[in-house]
Structures are given as structure tokens and as C-alpha cells.
């Protein structure tokens, strides 16, 4: 079975532009969610998509958005980057239900984005 | 607000003998814990997880004990091998309302490195 696969590995960008990140989860899993990770917060909650509705909502401001396809796939967008969204951005995904002993998010390798 | 900490940044070990990774978290509403494994370049790899109402659960090399009272979770891996050195980070589903929508708080990670 094929993990969660992000795209691109890597980005570049620089300041004011908007960026989008790709996310398809592990087959059968409905529910997909962000993360973001930088050296100095650690590994912060963005949000979760399940059957193409957000959730649930981390604290980022209104720039951070994302949306869910028919087929589970997930994409985030950032507009007007800032030097500050330089991260790592990790997508996970689950079955579904609550989170626990019969739902565990799998993480993709993560996108690096560079904002200069 | 941290809820879940790891005190610890960093971690070396012998290779053969015990590592021992710890976690505090602050909130008595969690009711299960996992451990992540991350290696440079890659997204989180789920390792183990308990549930409350386990004080221990074992999965080959790792064992993971929790104690309610004290609020505390440990990772033991026993023994250790070189490739078990990695980013280890505990995470706790966060409900809301009585459910956890694919959000995961978690710790700031240590670094675990085991030499030959």
C-alpha cells in the first residue's frame, strides 16, 4: 500500500508570492491534515480536511488555507508568503474517526518551503 | 501552551544498552499518547502508542509506560542499534468537545543518538 505522498519535496519562493502544496493520502483514508514545522515552534497544527470539509482549525492567520478533492486528496495554499512561513510542511493521514487506538495519522516526507 | 513536553533535547546512547525518551504533558484530559520517529528529510514514522487505560505497552524492541498520576510517559528501547538514532517526539490527540479531529499536539522532540 502507497504512504502519503507530498509534492513538490522542495520549493523556493520569494516574499508576496502565494505557494500551494499537494498532499495524497494513504489509500482508504478520508481524513487529511497539516502540519507545520519550524526549528523554533515545533510541529504545529494547521488543519484537517475530511470528505472535502475543513474540521478543525489550528492558529494560523487567514493566508494558511487548504481544501480537500472528492478522492481525498489535499492541497494547502499560503498567499502573500513571508519570510517567517519558511518551514517544513507535513501532511498526515487518517481513517477518519477521532484519534486514538484505531485511528493513527501517517505522515508524507513533508515539503520544504524556502521563502526569501 | 505546551501540553506535552520533552524536556530533554538530545540523548546519547551505547549501542546494546537501554534509551530511555521522556514525555510530561499538562492536560488530565488526554487519553492516548503515541511516538513519532523522524529521520532527517523525512516525515514522522509512527511507532507505538497507549491508551490510559494501559499503564505499559510493548512492541518488540519499545515499550512505552505511562503514569496517569504523574502526568509522565516513557519510551524505552531496549537494546538500542545505530539506526535507531533519529528525532523521537511524543504526541497526544487533542479533543475538542469530546472528539479529536486530526489534530496531534506535540512535544518538541530529542534527539536520540546511538553510537557503535
Known amino acids: 500500500k502507497a504512504g502519503v505522498t507530498q509534492t513538490p519535496r522542495y520549493l523556493i519562493k520569494t516574499r508576496g508570492q502565494q505557494v500551494t502544496l499537494s498532499c495524497s493520502p494513504i489509500?482508504?483514508?478520508?481524513?487529511v491534515s497539516w502540519y507545520q514545522q519550524t526549528p523554533g515552534q515545533g510541529l504545529q497544527f494547521l488543519f484537517e480536511?475530511?470528505?472535502?470539509?475543513?474540521?478543525n482549525k489550528g492558529n494560523f492567520p487567514g493566508r494558511f488555507s487548504g481544501r480537500q478533492f472528492s478522492n481525498s486528496r489535499s492541497e494547502m495554499n499560503v498567499s502573500t508568503l513571508e519570510l517567517g512561513d519558511s518551514a517544513l510542511y507535513l501532511c498526515?493521514?487518517?481513517?477518519?474517526?477521532?484519534?486514538?487506538?484505531?485511528?493513527?495519522?501517517?505522515f508524507g516526507a513533508g515539503t520544504r518551503l524556502s521563502v526569501l | 501552551d505546551q501540553q506535552v513536553k520533552q524536556n530533554s533535547p538530545s540523548l546519547s546512547v551505547q549501542e546494546g544498552r537501554i534509551s530511555i525518551l521522556n514525555c510530561d504533558y499538562t492536560?488530565?484530559?488526554?487519553?492516548?499518547f503515541l511516538w513519532y520517529k523522524k529521520y532527517p528529510a523525512e516525515g514522522p514514522t509512527f511507532l507505538i502508542s497507549?491508551?490510559?487505560?494501559?499503564d505499559k505497552n510493548e512492541d518488540g524492541r519499545f515499550t512505552v509506560f505511562l503514569n496517569k498520576s504523574a502526568k509522565h510517559l516513557s519510551l524505552h528501547i531496549v537494546p538500542s542499534q545505530p539506526g535507531d538514532s533519529a528525532v523521537y517526539f511524543c504526541?497526544?490527540?487533542?479533543?475538542?468537545?469530546?472528539?479529536?479531529?486530526?489534530?496531534?499536539?506535540f512535544g518538541q522532540g530529542t534527539i536520540l543518538t546511538v553510537h557503535p
Open positions: 498526515a493521514s487518517s481513517l477518519g474517526g477521532s484519534l486514538g487506538a484505531k485511528n493513527i495519522q501517517y
Open positions: 489509500s482508504g483514508h478520508r481524513s
Open positions: 480536511y475530511f470528505s472535502e470539509t475543513q474540521r
Open positions: 492536560n488530565s484530559m488526554f487519553d492516548y
Open positions: 497507549i491508551s490510559s487505560i494501559k
Open positions: 504526541a497526544a490527540p487533542v479533543n475538542a468537545g469530546g472528539t479529536s479531529y486530526g489534530k496531534l499536539t
